[in-house]
């Protein structure tokens, strides 16, 4: 399990991806290799954030172009957010359980994509 300082630094190693891949409960979401890592490396794993994103957030595409998602994990729990990346909040979501180290963690959602900003 990584830390904060640790995951955040190895996010910034991810600038593109090799692989585009499907998310389970949504097939036209996808997502890019530094998405499935930090999915993998969160705590004990955050895909729970991916099945969130797929169900809740995507279906918000055909009304947006654009959207950043917020995960700020504090004290063992998380707020999930939505914007449209000018500040317009779109979408709020409590999580009363995570192990995601804490921090602001920042996605978007684009194309049916879910990446990290460095990959955009």
Known sequence: ???RIE???ELQNFTGTETWW??????AMTYTDGVKFFAENAGGGAYWFLDVVATEVFPMLKDE????????????KARLSADDGNGRDLW???IEYTDCPEGVW??????NVLLLPSEY
């Open 7 to 9: 995951l955040k630094h």
């Open 22 to 27: 499907r998310h389970n409960l949504n097939r």
């Open 106 to 111: 920042k996605f978007y959602l684009t194309d």
């Open 92 to 94: 709020q979501r409590d």
């Open 65 to 76: 172009e654009f959207i950043v998602v917020v995960l700020h994990s504090f004290d063992n």
């Open 1 to 3: 399990m990584k830390n």
